[in-house]
């Protein structure tokens, strides 16, 4: 570990120079100017100067924006009993303060935003302490924020200027003060056991207590929830990035659990391989709310420096370098770019310069088996094939399970097809949902097979002649009619799809039987690009959506280019229905994606092939 006391003490002139240029704050008179926290390089390490000026020139800007809007925050804590962002803001402030290279390093004019925020997290902090952010006395919300006081106590407590002493008294109670409830608190999802045993480990470091110790104990031996292929049982980018890889590198750290950099390793090289082109990070399989909104996920961005420099591994490198080049604005994914300043202080060696950067993959075929997904990219064109939702087993649509019925997405450079789905109106049960994925000579299939029955009388044995019988699921609704007791009559709807790769793009195709429905196959494109095609017609009532009758159609982004097709005619329901089933519709949800969709429609039974392709 390099001492944070040194950080800048060996740095060159490049550093050094932003903290001449900056001016070096107010300290209180007769007050030594002691050394900012920081990281010195140690031998045979370089600190990377470019990295930290880059950071420290974010955290001032970030750092006045917070002196601006820290009062809101205060109102929604004492209002609403929310400490996330407080605690956040104080963090930030946390970190300009100490750092020498900060233009307000030791600025006197921080310390009453910092003395008010600390002071009101004390205040609205319960008896057991905790707060409740969204949710009565909350153990893992209230981790959140002890995470951030954490890193902001230690900050000010090894910069240990005196004018700080308050803040840091008022920190220490709170932290002290949160122990017992997180140590006997529950949870509600699985990267919460994590994130509590993390703020757990950093106040049993430094006020020990053994039933921390336990309490971390006891959640670790669970098992880290880590798939065979590199996710988290939740298979969620965002939450892999924003909680489950710090918390476990934060116990690797500070509770002597090495082993923990593990399966952090592990889920780094397997986003390497669902991170497109442009740096989105591929979500479709995730069982959480980012699974219909794939998105940058530039929180990775530490970890992968951090297990970079650890392995020296090129591949992390070249991905940290990306992911820097994702965050030159101020905005940096759901974490401001400023707000990182303070985790490189508290990590000083993520600060040494990065090894020598290789290329990350961008040519394979790979089969995560685990979540059913396929990932396909050959340089600037990549493709999703997803099988995977919890719906077949499960049958049903909840919080914390996948179901999004996205089954194919592709990109071609800027020309992005973000959602292929199909929709048969089939007694109202949704659409086309895989029960598996399987390679197929040289493509993927996947399968579905639904079905759903007509009730005949009961057997005599289970008659009443009360008709009072018991509320039963028949697989689509409830009703008073005691199904499992029934003979049914089934009617049912095979369909399979094969998903080939092509030199210039690719094939889709469609084989549905065993039933007579009209159904829609929805290509959603990225809005931004423009759609041309003659045999394209307007859905009429449907912003945005057209149906390709005749012909093939065109989606272009500057130079970029999707030539698909070709249209089925006008089979089906006219004008065209997309019908996501009625576990939505009874509820007023809705599945319609965002984007430029056109629906190529049909009916059942059906063979189709769709073509997915650069122009001639």
């Not at 996920?297 to 090129?314: C, H, K, N, S, T």
Request: charged fraction near 25%; include cysteine.
């Amino acid at each position: 570990m390099i001492p944070r006391r040194t950080f800048l003490a060996t740095t060159t002139a490049a550093a050094t120079g932003l903290a001449a240029t900056a001016g070096q704050g107010t300290a209180a008179a007769g007050d030594a100017a002691a050394p900012g926290p920081g990281t010195e390089s140690g031998p045979g390490h370089r600190v990377d100067e470019d990295f930290l000026a880059f950071l420290t020139t974010a955290a001032d800007t970030r750092a006045t924006a917070v002196l601006g809007d820290h009062r809101d925050q205060l109102t929604e804590l004492r209002d609403k009993g929310k400490a996330r962002a407080a605690a956040r803001s104080l963090r930030t402030l946390a970190s300009v303060y100490v750092h020498r290279a900060a233009a307000r390093h030791r600025d006197a004019a921080l310390l009453e935003p910092l003395g008010r925020i600390a002071d009101a997290l004390a205040e609205e902090q319960f008896d057991d302490g905790l707060w409740d952010q969204g949710a009565v006395h909350s153990p893992p919300d209230t981790a959140f924020s002890i995470v951030d006081l954490n890193i902001a106590y230690s900050l000010l407590a090894e910069d240990g200027h005196r004018p700080t002493g308050g803040v840091r008294a008022t920190v220490e109670r709170i932290l002290r003060k949160a122990g017992p409830g997180l140590a006997t608190g529950g949870v509600h999802t699985a990267n919460h056991r994590w994130l509590v045993c993390s703020a757990l480990s950093r106040i049993h470091q430094r006020w020990p207590d053994r039933s921390y110790a336990r309490r971390i104990d006891d959640w670790l031996a669970e098992g880290i929830d880590l798939l065979p292929g590199g996710e988290y049982s939740e298979r969620s980018p965002t939450y892999s990035a924003v909680v489950t890889n710090p918390a476990l590198l934060t116990l690797a750290r500070h509770h002597g659990r090495p082993d923990l950099y593990a399966p952090v390793r592990a889920n780094l090289a397997a986003t390497l391989l669902v991170t497109e082109p442009n740096g989105e990070v591929e979500s479709v399989h995730s069982r959480r709310q980012d699974q219909t909104a794939l998105r940058y996920v530039p929180e990775f961005w530490l970890q992968y420096r951090e297990m970079a420099i650890r392995d020296g591994d090129g591949r992390f490198a070249a991905m940290a370098a990306l992911l820097r080049g994702r965050g030159a604005g101020q905005t940096f994914g759901e974490t401001p770019l400023g707000d990182r300043l303070a985790e490189v202080l508290d990590r000083p060696e993520l600060a040494r310069e990065l090894p020598r950067a290789t290329s990350v993959p961008t040519d394979f075929a790979h089969h995560d088996r685990s979540c059913r997904l396929v990932r396909v990219r050959r340089g600037e064109r990549s493709a999703s094939v997803f099988g995977g939702t919890d719906f077949p087993e499960r049958h049903a649509i909840s919080s914390g399970l996948s179901s999004n019925p996205t089954f194919f997405k592709m990109r071609d450079g800027a020309a992005i097809l973000d959602s292929v789905r199909l929709s048969p109106q089939f007694f109202s049960l949704g659409h086309f949902r895989p029960e598996s994925l399987e390679r197929d000579g040289d493509g993927w299939r996947l399968r579905a097979r639904v079905r759903a029955g007509f009730h005949q009388p009961l057997p005599r044995r289970h008659r009443q002649r009360d008709g009072a019988y018991p509320l039963t699921d028949d697989g689509r609704f409830w009703s008073a009619m005691d199904f499992p007791h029934r003979e049914k009559e089934y009617r049912t709807l095979r369909t399979e799809v094969l998903v080939r790769e092509r030199a210039d793009g690719w094939e889709l195709s469609f084989e549905v039987t065993e039933s007579e429905v009209p159904l829609a196959l929805e290509l959603c494109f990225r809005r931004g690009g423009r759609l041309t095609g003659e045999g394209l017609e307007p859905v009429s009532g449907a912003a945005d959506t057209y149906q390709l009758v005749s012909g093939e159609a065109r989606y272009a982004v500057g130079d970029d280019h999707v030539v698909f097709g070709p249209g089925n005619g006008k089979g089906g329901r006219q004008p065209p229905v997309v019908d996501p089933g009625e576990r939505y519709t009874w509820l007023g949800g809705s599945l319609t994606p965002d984007g430029i969709r056109v629906l190529i429609t049909g009916r059942s039974p059906l063979t189709y092939r769709l073509t997915l392709r650069r122009p001639r």
